[in-house]
T-cell receptor, first 116, second 114 residues
Framework: EAQVTQNPRYLITVTGKKLTVTCSQNMNHEYMSWYRQDPGLGLRQIYYSMNVEVTDKGDVPEGYKVSRKEKRNFPLILESPSPNQTSLYFC???????????????FGSGTQLSVL | AQSVSQHNHHVILSEAASLELGCNYSYGGTVNLFWYVQYPGQHLQLLLKYFSGDPLVKGIKGFEAEFIKSKFSFNLRKPSVQWSDTAEYFCAVLTTSGTYKYIFGTGTRLKVLA
């Protein structure tokens, strides 16, 4: 089944404790991206990657890191989480060609992060 | 700065009523436009998209949207809503000039009363 898999679904942590949220897709998509969803603010893009070893900042990259060593994986790293990073996070991927549905984002199920 | 505005934050309708959700964007380059839907407890799913061609696009579940370039708008419509359309709806723009960024609106929560 074609899907984007995020783990964990729920995470509670404390300020300053490094954490990684994993994201994997099995559709051979070139494009992957991370978003945070906050009430009243919609989704805001954190980082995106056009392909392996190619990443770029979205609108709210501060406090986050990403890497794209393999096409299928795009982990989100919080080196020193703070309470203002408490949010619902979504990973998404997209093909880059029209036949595959260029531009259409396939979303993971989300990770609810609470930083105490 | 590039932005997407959804002016209706909450909409309540009765079943069979017609729906129109507004979306305006601020971006000077070529735009690719999307509407996504998020049902309670689920992730976002694509309703429809516009890249070029016919400005009236049809999506899944009877939804359609019209791109009006002069108004920088991409409003979502459905002639007759159902209870199952209760969800949050997001308009989004994909910018492809120099960067490949998605910009989402703040969302519209639709509640359809049975």
């Amino acid at each position: 089944e074609a899907q984007v898999t995020q783990n964990p679904r729920y995470l509670i942590t404390v300020t300053g404790k490094k954490l990684t949220v994993t994201c994997s897709q099995n559709m051979n998509h070139e494009y992957m991206s991370w978003y945070r969803q906050d009430p009243g603010l919609g989704l805001r893009q954190i980082y995106y990657s056009m392909n392996v070893e190619v990443t770029d900042k979205g609108d709210v990259p501060e406090g986050y890191k990403v890497s794209r060593k393999e096409k299928r994986n795009f982990p989100l790293i919080l080196e020193s989480p703070s309470p203002n990073q408490t949010s619902l996070y979504f990973c998404a991927s997209s093909p880059s060609n029209d036949a595959g549905g260029r531009g259409k984002l396939f979303f993971g199920s989300g990770t609810q992060l609470s930083v105490l | 700065a590039q932005s997407v505005s959804q002016h209706n934050h909450h909409v309540i309708l009765s079943e069979a009523a017609s729906l129109e959700l507004g979306c305006n964007y601020s971006y000077g380059g070529t735009v690719n436009l999307f509407w996504y839907v998020q049902y309670p407890g689920q992730h976002l799913q694509l309703l429809l998209k516009y890249f070029s061609g016919d400005p009236l696009v049809k999506g899944i579940k009877g939804f359609e949207a019209e791109f009006i370039k002069s108004k920088f708008s991409f409003n979502l419509r459905k002639p007759s809503v159902q209870w199952s359309d209760t969800a949050e709806y997001f308009c989004a723009v994909l910018t492809t000039s120099g960067t490949y960024k998605y910009i989402f609106g703040t969302g519209t929560r639709l509640k359809v009363l049975a």
